[in-house]
């Protein structure tokens, strides 16, 4: 869990890189971490990083945003 927040908290929020955003991305997506998803997302799209124009994680922000309301919708 540490490196989960050390990830989502530092590394990728300062990166420039696309391919290590690219990998993490990925990464939590097959390891199913919707909410970890969700919040580097919002860092790295809604706080003004060099990925904020970025459409395509845009989109994958609302997606799985969706995604995590239906679910909890369909639970309760």
Known sequence: MHLLLQVNSTALPESRNPEQVSVAVKAFMLAG?????IELLEKIVLQ??????????????????IKVIIAICLLT
């Open 33 to 37: 971490l919707q909410g970890e998803l």
């Open 48 to 65: 003004n990083s060099s990925f904020s124009n970025n459409h395509n994680l845009q989109n994958l922000l609302i997606i799985t945003a």
